[in-house]
């Protein structure tokens, strides 16, 4: 069983194959890891399996449409996957636009730096870890803040978890992005 | 004036980002949210921490048996589709960050001012009913009544500034208030004070509205 690292650095490729070859077969395994779980997080949300099912093909769809906007120095395969399931969620289940901040591109001439990359797949690693070690009432607190089971006021910043680091590596990655852009 | 990466001393907090990063924000206040994290680098990196909590907690979990064609029909989906283009950059040139003039349908000279007394002014902008999204226009030297909410209240300067009793505010600047917060908040002499306010329930005036108007002007 290989690592959560290796793991990482494995999805990262899958979706650059998506992305340069249209990799059919990698993305069949991207599809079989994660769909299972974005539907489960869809149906934790409040959807039945069904409109779970639709939801969750649509999100991977989603994904492949948009594999060259991923960008690994600021965020793992799992967030990028989380936040067009969040996305969808809102869309669809809970009805309201969601405004979205400015973009900040990131096409193939902003080419992101390998060790930033290997950098932030480290960083999420440490955070699953760190998630995995917390006791269970607080893990429990987490996973119903971000299947939407708590409302906007019942929801508390944790703290403990290594965010800080997180964070300042993707200051980096915006910083350098932003002197990219001029 | 608006607002230059560097000059924000007041962000958004954990609460809210935490909220914005679970997609359980209101609408109303996920403007302000977005908003502010259009200009700020810093909440955008706090918000990609917390996003990767969201992350880890996809991957950690469980999981539920997708259908037996469903990879098949998944495939059938985006076979021979192009990727998205290059979405245009969503960069502002104005005053208003993209995600206001979305909702304003332009940028601050399309803002449809009603007065509301007192030289203020403000437009209701159309989200969810959870919570209601208005922009405030304040002349110079000029205060907004002062009230107290029954719920949160989230402001954020687009240009001038204004000053309460909790600190300055000035473009990029946002202010977090909860319902113990009872404040009246001043625009700079010079030049209005244009803010975006996000609230959870009706603003309450304690004074200059009189109380039986509130409900039929909006506030
Ligand atoms: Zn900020």
Known sequence: MPSAETMEENWVGHIRRIHHDKDEAAFAELFRHFAPRVKAFLIRSGADAALAEECTQDVMATLWRKAHMFDPSRASVATWIYTI???RRIDVLRRQRRPEPEDLPWGPEHEPDQADVIAMQQEAERLGQAIAELPQKQRDLLARAFYGELSHS?????????????????RLALDRLRHAMG | MTATMGTIRHHLTDETLLAYSAGTLPEAFALVAASHLSLCDECRARLGAFEAVGGATL????TAEMGDASLERTLAMIRG???????APRRSAGTLPIPLSDYVGGDVDAIRWRPVGGGVRQMVLKTGDEATARL???PAGEAVPEHTHGGMELTMVLS???????????????????????HQPI?????????LAATDSRLRFRSWIPRLLGPIIGI
């Open chain 2, 160 to 182: 001038g500034a204004f000053s309460d009793e909790v600190d300055r505010f000035g473009p990029g600047d946002v202010e977090t208030a909860d319902p113990t917060i009872q």
């Open chain 2, 187 to 195: 625009a700079e002499p010079g030049a209005p004070c244009i803010c």
């Open chain 2, 81 to 87: 589709t192009p990727g998205d283009p290059d979405p």
């Open chain 1, 154 to 170: 019942e929801i508390a910043a944790e703290t403990g978890l290594p965010l800080g680091t997180i964070k300042s590596r993707i």
């Open chain 2, 59 to 62: 991957t950690s979990v469980g």
């Open chain 1, 85 to 87: 399931a969040r996305n």
């Open chain 2, 136 to 138: 405030l226009y304040i």
